[in-house]
């Protein structure tokens, strides 16, 4: 097949559309529920209904798109279960703002018709997110998609809290929970997010019961005066030495008329303020706590609505509790009972949704007994059932379970699953049941009510690995694809939902719901911040697809992808990759101008030169370490492997070398061997880049002429139905031909700069020392191969040292140019021999002469390099004009010399360094240590050609 069949240009905006559709139509993301292939499963952490695909989604679908079609390609039978959540809260807060719009309350429609109303918002406008994952790429089994309220679930939603309950495991009672009054719903502890806020300690004097003036006493220090009102006692340590002679029993309450009992406890911090704590057990979780244990009365003095009730008095009830504050500062300075008051940074906890206060409120709400569930669910990690990678993570996991407070499951909204739960109006009979009865169980009265709160969302989602497959079925599915294989999330939702999930897939299922945990890091802006949008440093998923194909930003966000370290994104890194994209364009293009063979049989491996056993070689090589890296969720080295092969190996150095050969050159024999070599090459690098770039990768496997079908069908060499790596220890996993990926940390690589990888055209692409593996003696065996590594390692470092001279000296890359190189090594000279044409190939150079060390007939203008045992001349004569060069370089140096001067000002003023922004004054540092580098580079150049001239 020609390359004509290629566009010059790679444009990935229709290529997208068409392959996506080609795939749905082929059918080839759905799974087999019976199968005889390997079954590899995954379910999609479903994100809310209400969202819209950011950062952190797209880096999540990214991983787990690579691991299923990775898996595809090695024969698996693969179930990706895709779906939504329907979040309770966060749901229900943008359909009532909506409402709001018209004028319009969820009071006003009652219960039934805001459902409804929430139903239609969800059927018109829930999809989004769904169809920004398919642009992204995503291979789900949409077929399977599935909705945390759709029949099924709701069913196993049901049969599950009503098995919990009978097992003594869900009880309802009173309890301080976090209620958040703008959204009128109880939170859970893991739903409150914690601010550092600069607010006060307020110390107040409670007189003593028989004080006569009200100056003596004792004085609390608290944040929060206006829950005095609802203190039922104070309380000091039994061992603190202040209180030992302390004769009085009671207080009186400030602001009201109330006494309140002088209590001993040893929680009490006797370091906290003055030592003396004030007990509100109906505001406090600590002070409910000790309520119970000295049978102190619960007085609720603020509503749901955060308004001040009548048990505050007076003066204050139907107060908003921040103005009760302000009010009883005031009044409490007006009585002289404001002993100090001092700042004080402290946490307060806000609503994850609407970030109002939350307020610790007493409540009676319906709470799950966590801790018999949960020592299943660690012990199921500690035993090895279920890995979490990176494993540092497993000490959080195990923190949290190993302390688990029972789970407050209710909340009060309308939109979720309605707890099922019934009350007899005539008898109080309690019911609960999977079907809703039509009357009391107990009386056959017909006068019976609905629970009117709704389960926690992540109730639901707990049970999203077997719910979503048909449980409590016993479906062909759940044999199949249950426990999953994997799960990829990030590490906030770790006690959310992989606990919860860990919790009730062994409590139901009888076996942990996944193998593999894979917590990933955050997606942060380029400096290392995190995105918001306050900030202005939010990229937009999408819009870096638009500008830039989903291809070249899934595999930005794969090389990134290290575990452990955040992903730090900007476009600038996008668009860099995307010049790979084109740089794998253009090196198909390139192969397909030679009629590539069509069968796959191998020539003989006689007629293989020296470049092509390389390049083969170093093909299975990579194959290995891009399976491995990504068998073992390291998919930036996996990414990073098959980068550096496929740009600085097959492209820089493989198409070069094969040119002369290619172009008929050495012979038929040669030309049709270079093709087959060409072929598979091109053939296994499409299929190692699919995982990651799935629509160009479809793309050019449809111009090849070796192959049939859809890459999606194809196997991948080497994992035909072979086991995987799983399960060798990830923390600790040894790839295949690690040597790949040494010093290839993105920041490190020169990834980032995009003049590297401008569209350059492989006809005439300059080369810099791009060896792989550097100082590698001649004939060590690097590999199995024997030392055809190490051999053409030296060759092609003879090529980069020649090419470094050139760039150097500004000679132009057309000039032909005369190297004699000399050295006592016989196996270098045997190489360079047997490479001669090669290396005057890929140098461009006009003659190349051999010899024994020690010759004396040197030019003394021949710039000299030493690469191994050879040393290297190149001569200069009539190549440069020294005087013009001379001058060159020193206007150069002047100019370099000048931007140092001015940078070095402005590091000097301190007034600068105090005052500009970190990453600004960062941003100076580096240019000046760039600008210092190029002035040191540029004067030994210019001692260089001093040197010669004599």
Not at 88 to 113: C, F, S
Not at 900 to 905: A, G, K
Request: proline share 4%.
């Amino acid at each position: 097949m020609s390359s004509e069949s290629l566009e010059k240009g790679y444009e990935p905006s229709g290529i997208e559309e068409k392959w996506y559709s080609y795939w749905l139509e082929k059918g080839f993301f759905s799974a087999k529920e019976k199968s005889d292939r390997k079954a590899y499963s995954i379910v999609i952490p479903p994100p809310n209904v209400t969202g819209v695909l950011h950062m952190g989604h797209a880096l999540n679908i990214t991983i787990q798109d690579i691991l299923c079609r990775y898996r595809r390609l090695c024969g698996d039978n693969v179930l990706w279960m895709p779906g939504t959540d329907h979040a309770g809260i966060a749901t229900q807060n943008v359909v009532e703002k909506h409402l709001a719009l018209e004028g319009i309350t969820r009071d006003h429609l009652g219960r039934d018709k805001f459902v409804e109303e929430v139903w239609s918002w969800k059927n018109n406008y829930g999809g989004a997110i769904i169809n920004q994952q398919k642009r992204l790429g995503a291979s789900c089994d949409w077929d399977r998609e599935r909705f945390t309220m759709d029949q099924g679930l709701s069913d196993a939603v049901r049969k599950v809290f009503v098995r919990l309950y009978r097992d003594g495991l869900i009880y309802q009672g009173q309890y301080i929970i976090n209620w958040c009054p703008r959204c009128r719903t109880a939170l859970a502890d893991l739903e409150v997010e914690h601010e550092e806020e600069q607010g006060f300690l307020y110390h107040i004097r409670y007189p003593f019961e028989k004080s006569t003036t009200g100056k003596d006493g004792l004085v609390v220090a608290t944040t929060r005066p206006e829950t005095l009102f609802g203190d039922t006692a104070v309380a000091i340590n039994p061992g603190d030495e202040r209180y030992l002679k302390l004769t009085e029993t009671r207080v009186r309450l400030p602001l009201t008329n109330r006494l309140i009992p002088i209590i001993k406890d040893e929680y009490v911090d006797m370091s906290f303020g003055t030592g003396v704590l004030k007990v509100t057990p109906a505001h406090d979780s600590n002070d409910f706590n000790l309520g119970e244990t000295h049978g102190l009365e619960r007085i609720k003095v603020i509503d749901d609505d955060g308004i001040m009730t009548d048990q505050a008095g007076e003066l204050f009830t139907g107060l908003e509790r921040f103005e009760c504050r302000k009010k009883a500062l005031q009044e409490l300075e007006a009585l002289g009972l404001i002993v100090k008051t001092e700042p004080l940074k402290h946490n307060v906890g806000h609503c994850y949704r609407c970030k109002a206060v939350v307020e610790p409120s007493l409540s009676k709400q319906w709470f799950v007994k966590a801790a018999p569930l949960a020592k299943v669910a660690s012990d199921a990690v500690r035993n090895g059932e279920t890995r979490i990678i990176p494993q540092t993570w497993e000490k959080t996991y195990f923190d949290w379970l190993d302390n688990i407070q029972d789970w407050c499951i209710s909340r009060q909204i309308w939109w979720g699953h309605r707890i099922p739960v019934w009350k007899c109006m005539e008898c109080d009979q309690i019911m609960v049941e999977e079907e809703d009865p039509a009357s009391c169980s107990l009386c056959a009265s017909t006068d019976i009510v609905q629970e009117s709160d709704v389960l926690d969302t992540w109730f639901s989602s707990a049970l999203w690995p077997f719910s979503t497959m048909g449980w409590p079925d016993d479906t062909d599915l759940l044999k199949t694809f249950y426990p999953t294989s994997a799960l990829v999330t990030g590490f906030d939702i770790l006690f959310f939902w992989v606990a919860r999930m860990m919790m009730m897939g062994t409590r139901f299922m009888g076996a942990v719901p996944f193998r593999d945990v894979y917590i990933h890091a955050l997606v942060r802006d380029e400096h290392g911040k995190k995105m918001s949008k306050s900030k202005g440093n939010v990229i937009d998923p999408l819009k870096v697809i638009d500008n830039y194909g989903a291809d070249a930003f899934r595999f930005t966000l794969a090389v990134f992808a290290a575990q452990g370290r955040d992903v730090r994104m900007s476009e600038g890194r996008v668009e860099g990759y995307r010049h790979f994209v084109n740089k794998l364009w253009n090196a198909s293009r390139f192969a397909l101008m030679h009629s590539l063979p069509t069968s796959p049989d191998m020539p003989l491996e006689t007629l293989f030169s020296m470049t092509d056993r390389w390049i083969l070689s170093r093909n299975r090589s990579t194959l290995a370490a891009v399976a491995g890296g990504i068998e073992n969720y390291r998919f930036n080295e996996a990414a990073g492997a098959v980068y550096h092969f496929v740009w600085h190996e097959f492209c820089d150095w493989y198409l070069e070398a094969s040119k002369p050969a290619l172009y008929g050159k050495e012979g038929d024999v040669r030309c049709d061997t270079a093709k087959w070599v060409l072929a598979k090459v091109l053939r296994d690098i499409l299929v190692m880049l699919h995982p990651f770039m799935p629509f160009v990768t479809e793309e050019l496997w449809q111009a090849l002429p070796m192959v049939q079908g859809s890459i999606m069908e194809a196997r991948y060499p080497g994992r035909e139905d072979k086991p995987s790596m799983e399960n060798q220890g990830v923390e600790n996993q040894e790839l295949t031909d690690t040597s790949l990926m040494e010093n290839q940390g993105v920041e490190n690589q020169g990834l980032t700069d995009t003049s590297l990888m401008e569209n350059q055209g492989v006809e005439n692409q300059e080369l810099t020392n791009t060896s792989l593996m550097e100082n590698k003696p001649i004939g060590e065996d690097v590999t199995e191969h024997g030392d055809i590594h190490g051999q053409m390692t030296f060759v092609f470092d003879l090529v980069s040292a020649i090419r470094n001279i050139r760039a150097e000296m500004n000679i132009q890359p057309s000039m032909q140019l005369n190297v004699f190189m000399e050295t006592a090594d016989e196996k270098e000279r045997s190489l360079i021999q047997e490479n001669s044409s090669l290396v005057r190939n890929l140098s461009r150079l006009d003659s190349l002469l051999i010899a024994h060390q020690g010759r004396e007939d040197i030019p003394s203008t021949s710039a000299t390099t030493v690469v191994c045992g050879t040393t290297i001349h190149l001569s200069l004569k009539g190549v440069i004009d020294f005087d013009k060069e001379e001058q060159r370089l020193g206007k150069e140096i002047g100019k370099v010399t000048k931007e140092l001067v001015s940078l070095c000002r402005r590091l000097s003023n301190e007034s600068f360094l105090e005052k500009a922004p970190e990453d600004v004054v960062e941003n100076v540092k580096a240019q000046q240590k760039m600008l210092q580098e190029k002035s040191d580079t540029l004067n030994s150049h210019l001692e260089r050609i001093r040197n010669m001239r004599g």
